[in-house]
């Protein structure tokens, strides 16, 4: 079982930045892949930047420039830099890690005020 804790999240302006982090359990952390998803009210979950053990890195279209998904393996952590954030990024950001099996953090509130 791997357990992840999301922190990070808050109210910000249009225009700002956040640095989610995701700190996860357990001693294979450099073998995840590790990944950031959004979900906001009535849409489906999705996929927002991946990062896999070798760090090539993915983004969605829409984050592509703004968003910055890094790791560090000594501190078994995981994050996602946004900046220039717009309204339309406001969701629950979840914490993802995929090695063998899927887990899921509890999830991060982000909500961009126009």
């Known amino acids: 079982q791997v357990q992840l804790v999301e922190s990070g999240g808050g109210l910000v302006q249009a225009g700002g930045s956040l640095r989610l982090s995701c700190v996860a359990s357990?001693?294979?952390?450099?073998?995840?892949?590790m990944g950031w998803y959004r979900q906001a009210p009535g849409n489906q979950r999705e996929l927002v930047a991946i990062?896999?053990?070798?760090?090539?890195?993915n983004y969605a279209d829409s984050v592509k420039g703004r968003f910055t998904i890094s790791r560090d393996n000594a501190k078994n952590t995981v994050y996602l830099q946004m900046n220039s954030l717009k309204p339309e990024d406001t969701a629950v950001y979840y914490c993802?890690?995929?090695?063998?099996?899927?887990?899921w953090g509890q999830g991060t509130q982000v909500t961009v005020s126009s």
């Open positions: 990062i896999i053990s070798g760090g090539d890195t």
């Open positions: 993802n890690a995929k090695f063998s099996g899927e887990f």
């Open positions: 357990g001693s294979f952390f450099r073998f995840y892949a």
